[in-house]
């Protein structure tokens, strides 16, 4: 089962912007980002697979950008323009489905959570 290591994550204000990484020890036919809020239940970011197409959850849509690297083994999530709603707890997850689209199940490996937290 492929390892995920993430990276990134922390505090900024309202309209700033925060990178995650996630180092996979494999790659992977997919990849995604979810987030858990306190209180809330884990939801979908984004998801990309290894044919380049990502897909955002409408919440995101214009603000984070999704990407994984040549080599399958490292995703970023680029996330501008934060808005307090964002705050939560960030997932790396991985899949063997080439598109297991925003289902949490269908994801095999997890990588332990950063926080990231907008402050107003």
């Known amino acids: 089962q492929v390892q995920l290591l993430v990276s990134g994550g922390g505090s900024v204000p309202a309209g700033g912007s925060l990178r995650l990484s996630c180092l996979a020890s494999?790659?992977?036919?997919?990849m995604a980002w979810f987030r858990q809020a306190a209180g809330k239940e884990r939801e979908a970011v984004a998801v990309?697979?290894?044919?380049?197409?990502?897909a955002y959850a409408d919440s995101v849509k214009g603000r984070f950008t999704i990407s994984m690297d040549g080599h399958k083994s490292t995703l970023n999530l680029q996330m501008n323009s934060l808005q307090l709603e964002d705050t939560a707890m960030y997932y790396c997850?991985?899949?063997?489905?080439?598109?297991?689209?925003?289902?949490?199940?269908?994801?095999?490996?997890w990588g332990q959570g950063t926080q990231v937290t907008v402050s107003s």
């Open positions: 997850a991985a899949s063997r489905l080439l598109w297991p689209a925003f289902q949490a199940a269908n994801y095999d490996a």
């Open positions: 990309i697979n290894k044919l380049g197409n990502p």
């Open positions: 494999g790659a992977s036919p997919s």
